[in-house]
């Protein structure tokens, strides 16, 4: 059979997680067999210098054209990226998180969002959460991203840009950064940033509608499982301080650019964004210091 150029580029970086890995990729080749058979689908597997759980060439071996990498020595989050970027070599391209889920209509549903919409830079699909045992899960936080997201018709994304997007994505990150496929044209040139530490895709796609691109939101149907537990990066860091002050600094520079461009709707949501996170995180620390108090006082000898 002759192989297409591929159109959809789903590049995995991993680091010690061959088992969860084994799940995306089964997840991806059972519902997507013959788009990977002709080319259109190529996926690619960035190891990134793993040291307990290996994803081997055997494993590799598993999967038809699959790309297997192994970089000797660590790149770190926007390093791996960056890496996947410039290893694209399809219309789109997806870095796919090691434990998440590709569903089965997928690709499909994306090919069509993307002929009619080749303007895109960013195409979001519908989104479940699944939790450390590949069961579907409704976290509180996860409720408000899904009241948040722009509601499309049922059979066709809703296409937004510029100032409106953004102030929507300020308001709340509605978006799933595993599940995002980026139109390579309009990424060739940009990078992640390594100072946005795990802010760094809320950084990369403000840049992207600060530059006037626009982003396909079709939510009408499920086609991609993110997983959030709590042994998951995303999970143990989802409200510390550390993220609080990346994701501060990145959106105090989006405010600044929105400010520079004119965008003054975008500036002042910006810093209504940062005094309600601020309020979050204070309200975590009292409610904690509260109850370490509460059981250091109960456990007091007598």
């Given at each position: 059979?002759?192989?297409?150029?591929?159109?959809?580029?789903i590049?995995?970086?991993?680091?010690?997680?061959?088992?969860?890995?084994l799940?995306?990729?089964?997840?991806?080749?059972?519902?997507?067999?013959?788009?990977?058979?002709?080319?259109?689908?190529?996926v690619?597997?960035?190891d990134?210098?793993?040291?307990?759980s290996?994803f081997?060439?055997?494993?590799?071996?598993?999967?038809?054209?699959l790309?297997?990498?192994h970089n000797?020595?660590?790149?770190?989050?926007?390093?791996v990226?960056?890496?996947?970027?410039?290893l694209?070599r399809?219309?789109?391209?997806?870095?796919m998180?090691h434990?998440?889920?590709i569903?089965?209509?997928?690709?499909?549903?994306?090919?069509?969002?993307?002929h009619?919409?080749r303007?895109c830079a960013?195409?979001?699909?519908?989104?479940?959460?699944?939790?450390?045992n590949s069961?579907?899960?409704?976290?509180?936080?996860?409720?408000?991203?899904q009241?948040?997201?722009?509601?499309?018709?049922k059979?066709?994304?809703?296409?937004?840009?510029?100032?409106?997007?953004?102030?929507?994505?300020?308001?709340?990150n509605?978006?799933?950064?595993?599940?995002?496929v980026?139109?390579?044209?309009?990424?060739?040139?940009?990078?992640?940033?390594?100072e946005?530490?795990v802010?760094?895709?809320?950084?990369?796609i403000?840049?992207?509608?600060?530059?006037?691109?626009?982003?396909s939101?079709?939510?009408?149907?499920?086609f991609?499982?993110?997983?959030?537990?709590?042994?998951?990066y995303s999970?143990?860091?989802g409200?510390?301080?550390?993220?609080?002050?990346e994701?501060?600094?990145?959106?105090?520079?989006?405010?600044?650019l929105?400010?520079?461009?004119?965008?003054?709707?975008?500036y002042?949501?910006?810093h209504?964004?940062?005094?309600?996170?601020?309020?979050?995180?204070?309200?975590l620390?009292?409610?904690f210091?509260?109850?370490?108090?509460?059981?250091?006082?109960?456990?007091?000898?007598?």
């Amino acid at each position: 059979m002759t192989l297409r150029m591929p159109i959809l580029h789903i590049v995995i970086p991993t680091i010690d997680s061959r088992s969860w890995l084994l799940e995306a990729l089964e997840s991806i080749y059972v519902s997507h067999a013959s788009e990977i058979a002709n080319g259109t689908i190529l996926v690619t597997v960035i190891d990134d210098c793993s040291q307990f759980s290996f994803f081997s060439e055997s494993d590799a071996s598993q999967f038809l054209n699959l790309e297997l990498i192994h970089n000797q020595r660590r790149y770190g989050l926007a390093g791996v990226f960056n890496q996947s970027i410039s290893l694209c070599r399809g219309d789109l391209l997806q870095i796919m998180g090691h434990d998440d889920r590709i569903l089965p209509g997928f690709y499909r549903q994306l090919v069509s969002n993307w002929h009619k919409n080749r303007e895109c830079a960013v195409f979001a699909l519908g989104v479940e959460v699944i939790d450390l045992n590949s069961k579907i899960s409704r976290p509180v936080m996860d409720r408000i991203k899904q009241y948040l997201t722009p509601r499309a018709a049922k059979y066709s994304p809703q296409i937004i840009s510029g100032q409106r997007a953004l102030v929507k994505l300020l308001i709340g990150n509605f978006l799933y950064f595993p599940a995002l496929v980026f139109n390579f044209e309009k990424i060739s040139n940009l990078s992640f940033s390594e100072e946005a530490g795990v802010a760094l895709d809320l950084d990369l796609i403000c840049r992207l509608l600060l530059n006037e691109n626009s982003l396909s939101i079709f939510s009408g149907s499920i086609f991609f499982q993110y997983r959030r537990s709590t042994l998951s990066y995303s999970g143990i860091s989802g409200s510390t301080k550390r993220r609080y002050l990346e994701e501060k600094a990145v959106v105090t520079e989006i405010a600044n650019l929105a400010r520079e461009k004119g965008w003054l709707t975008a500036y002042l949501m910006a810093h209504a964004a940062l005094a309600i996170r601020a309020a979050e995180i204070f309200r975590l620390v009292k409610k904690f210091t509260i109850i370490f108090h509460f059981v250091r006082i109960k456990h007091v000898p007598k």
